[in-house]
């Protein structure tokens, strides 16, 4: 008896890759996929170098992209063969391929475009070759995204993500001492190191689907001397609801200054008002805000 094949809508698309970043390259495979097929599978290869994300990170980003997100050991797959790793593709329901131009594939990266298009044939699996995504023609990946971080480059990583870099973490309890000299602070403990360096940032911070614009230090905040690096968010102009315990996402959007060590509490309070007023400026530049 002749097998029927799903139709388009009914069929599954995959991608698969590393995907630690969802970056503009990352989702411009997602779109072809979209345009395909009605369910997008994401299966992403870890444990391969340092992750831009946390793993929930990820499940957040992918939900928002509306597809379904499979993490799968690196130590699994490594040592397929590029004919076992498309059997592995029929166990995960792959019914369509969605892979980038200069995609490789198995042991030693033995595979590439011409063989998975040959194993998709043999296999009954439809490959979709995507070109490459470039900025600057110069091809968009997270190991150039992470030293553009690491620089302080935030605002040309942002580009490459396709959305500002962010991190979640917990609002802990600090030293209080920025509320006694007028500039309270949510101050967020981060589920990751950042690959960011130490310094003020014009950020938003999401909690309850709200964003709030501020400026942040993330640091150790030498002159007040915390004992683990801190995200330290004052939001100017508006009273923020108590968040002790919560989770929360910082958005970064520009890197304003290095962090450094003031002499007195007073050299401090000069410089938060000329971060605040920086930041201000920042917002009339890039997004027209006022005051």
Aim: hydrophobic share 35%; aromatic share 10%; proline share 5%.
């Amino acid at each position: 008896m002749e097998q029927v094949q799903p139709s388009k809508s009914q069929k599954s698309c995959c991608v698969v890759g590393k995907f630690e970043a969802f970056h503009r390259g990352h989702r411009r495979l997602i779109e072809r996929a979209k345009e395909i097929c009605t369910r997008v599978k994401v299966i992403s290869i870890r444990g391969i170098g340092d992750s831009i994300f946390t793993d929930e990170e990820r499940k957040e980003i992918a939900n928002e992209l509306n597809v379904e997100l499979l993490n799968v050991p690196f130590s699994e797959v490594k040592d397929f063969s590029p004919q076992e790793f498309f059997e592995k593709l029929k166990e995960w329901k792959c019914d369509v391929l969605v892979v980038g131009e200069d995609w490789r594939f198995g042991k030693n990266r033995k595979g590439d475009v011409k063989t998975a298009k040959a194993l998709g044939k043999s296999s009954g699996i439809e490959i979709f070759v995507v070109p490459v995504e470039t900025e600057g023609k110069e091809k968009i990946g997270a190991s150039r995204i992470r030293e553009l971080l690491s620089l302080g480059k935030v605002e040309e990583a942002n580009k490459l993500l396709g959305f500002p870099y962010f991190a979640a973490g917990v609002v802990v309890r600090g030293s209080s001492k920025g509320r006694e000299i007028g500039f309270p602070t949510v101050n967020v403990k981060p589920f990751k190191e950042l690959p960011l360096p130490f310094g003020v940032y014009a950020v938003n911070l999401i909690f309850d689907e709200k964003t709030s614009r501020g400026v942040a230090n993330y640091g150790k905040a030498p002159t007040l001397k915390n004992s683990e690096p801190l995200i330290e968010v004052f939001v100017p102009g508006e009273k923020l609801p108590s968040l002790y315990g919560r989770q929360v996402k910082v958005e970064f959007l520009k890197f304003l200054r290095p962090e450094k060590r003031f002499s007195s509490v007073d050299e401090l309070i000069k410089q938060i008002k000329l971060d605040v007023e920086n930041l201000k400026e920042f917002w009339r530049s890039e997004v027209g805000a006022g005051e």
